[in-house]
Every structure is written in C-alpha cells, then in structure tokens.
C-alpha cells in the first residue's frame, strides 16, 4: 500500500469533528446517567450506550493518541540558535524565549515551556515574514499563559467528576474524563487560537499569517476543524475582521 493510499484510507474511516464531539458527549452522560439512578432499566440501557461510546470514542481516539505518544518519545528535535528576526519579536513582545528546536518530519509549529519547537517540513515552505507571523502566534500563547489558564479551566471539574463517578470502572472513569475534556476545552482552545492569530497580525501582518496558516494545511480541510483547532477557513475570516 502506498503512503497517498494510506492517507485516504485513514481519511475515509475517520470520524468528523463534529461526530467526535456528540461521541463524546454521549459517553459522559451516559455515565452519569448510570451513576445517578439506580433504576435497574436506566442502568441496563445507560450501560449499554456506555459501552457502545466508549468503543467508538476509543475508535476515534486511538490513533490521535498513539501517534501523540509515539511523536513525545521519538521526536526530540534538534537544537537550534532562535533565529535573529525571532529574537528580535520575542523582545517586542516582552517574552523570553530560549531557543528553537527543529523537528524532522512536522509540518506544524508549537511551545513548550519556554522553548520554540517547528517542524524542518514548514521551516521549508515558508518565508522568513510567515515563520516570523507563526513564531508571533505562537509565543502569544506563552505570553497569556494559554496553556495554564486552561489546566486551571478545566482541573476544578474533572476532579468533580471523577468523585461522581467514583464507583465505576477506572478504565471507563478515564475514558470519560477524556471525553468531558474534548468537549469542554475546544472552546477556550479555539478562543485561544482567535487571540494568538489576531496577536500574529498585530505584530507581523495579515498576509503573512493567513498565507503560513495555507501552507500549514496544505489547502486541505479548510473546513474541517478539530478539538484544538478551529477551521482554517474560519480563522482566515477572523484574521480578516482583525484590526491591523
Ligand atoms: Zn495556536
């Protein structure tokens, strides 16, 4: 099987964002549904749709966790002094970051830490104007301490439910906060997204942020958004509102 077919194939089988998301919400309340009454035809019929979601959830799930684990333990970059014109945003936007590692085989870009990560398939395609506009959106994440706010977020509920659900399954309890945390934190995520594009315009440009988000998608799923993301095509009409 070739790599393009491969890529269809997981297309073809792969449920939509928007399925995901009533997935997921059907998991959480039929858990809940089990916890809270004792009626034996609402536990029979909760548990039965528990069961069914929770191995679709899985279905949906899988691989996006695997590959996540499986990029965490090989991919650990290589170091790289930040370049010059991204030291220079990271002094004007008052941030300190302390170096840039490159990623072999990414198309994507990310912080962690105080750390600059880019994939070397992006650091190809794009010019220095839009890794700088990518670097800005970016490091706005640091700056208002996105990743924080949304631990902080969504911490106080998760350890509500887990006490509600404390009698059921560990397997099905984690199964369930994963879900709950797919709902409740694609907005904010989104949100996020919105504020770090809208930073990226207001420190490099408009046209150089909507053309690296292009050639991050590779002018595919432009529709499609996902629990992290909104739709590209959606971002690109936020960016256009933005005030320069
Ligand atoms: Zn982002």
Not at 67 to 96: C, H, V, W, Y
Not at 97 to 103: E, L, P, R, W
Not at 141 to 170: A, D, V
Request: glycine share 4%.
């Amino acid at each position: 099987m070739k790599a393009s077919q491969v890529k269809a194939y997981v297309k073809y089988v792969q449920i939509g964002f928007w399925k995901r998301l009533i997935i997921c919400s059907i998991l959480v309340a039929s858990i809940t549904l089990f916890t809270a009454f004792n009626i034996p035809l609402v536990k029979l019929f909760s548990s039965i749709v528990m069961l069914v979601s929770a191995e679709l959830f899985i279905y949906c799930y899988y691989p996006l966790f695997a590959s996540q684990i499986r990029f965490t333990f090989r991919n650990k970059g290589i170091e790289q002094p930040l370049p010059n014109e991204l030291a220079i945003l990271s002094r004007k936007m008052k941030l300190r970051i302390d170096g840039m590692k490159v990623i072999p085989n990414l198309c994507n870009a990310y912080v962690w830490g105080k750390q600059f990560f880019m994939g070397d398939e992006l650091l190809r395609k794009l010019s220095m104007e839009q890794i700088k506009a990518v670097g800005a959106h970016e490091f706005w994440h640091i700056k208002e301490k996105h990743r924080f706010i949304q631990i902080i977020y969504i911490l106080p509920i998760m350890i509500c439910l887990y006490f509600s659900w404390y009698n059921m399954n560990p397997i099905i309890i984690d199964l369930g906060l994963f879900a709950y945390m797919m709902i409740a934190l694609a907005p904010i995520q989104w949100w996020f997204e919105k504020r770090a594009d809208h930073a990226a315009v207001r420190y490099v440009g408009k046209d150089a942020i909507k053309t690296a988000l292009l050639a991050l998608e590779d002018n595919q799923n432009l529709d499609e958004p996902s629990e992290t993301h909104p739709p590209t095509n959606l971002r690109l009409k936020w960016i256009d509102e933005s005030e320069n």
